[in-house]
Nanobody
Framework: QVQLVESGGGTALPGGSLRLSCTASGRYAMGWFRQTPGKDREWVAHINYKGDNKYHNTPVRGRFTISRDTKNTVYLQMNNLKPEDTAVYYC??????????????WGQGTQVTVSS
């Protein structure tokens, strides 16, 4: 089975930065999602299998950047954090498509809290 392991969550001040990492057991199209209790899960960013196509959702565009290395790790660099970025962040993999269409594996989630 595919395994995804996340790290990098924590607490930051407004305007601060955090970097999340997600290491998968293979090279897949991957993405980041976030969820606040009582609200639907929201996509944040995703990157294709090769890493040459990246997408960022409107609320984070210009502040967050998704990237991947030459192995199986995907990153989410989060700059200029805002309190509304507070959520549990999940990485996900789509093992059936070159770009992320429908995630079929999920990481364990990591808490990001932005507060003064």
């Amino acid at each position: 089975q595919v395994q995804l392991v996340e790290s990098g969550g924590g607490t930051a001040l407004p305007g601060g930065s955090l970097r999340l990492s997600c290491t998968a057991s293979g090279r897949y199209a991957m993405g980041w999602f976030r969820q606040t209790p009582g609200k639907d899960r929201e996509w944040v960013a995703h990157i294709n299998y090769k890493g040459d196509n990246k997408y960022h959702n409107t609320p984070v565009r210009g502040r967050f950047t998704i990237s991947r290395d030459t192995k199986n790790t995907v990153y989410l660099q989060m700059n200029n954090l805002k309190p509304e970025d507070t959520a549990v962040y999940y990485c996900a993999a789509d093992t059936q498509n070159n770009r992320l269409v429908q995630p079929d594996y999920w990481g364990q989630g990591t808490q990001v809290t932005v507060s003064s």
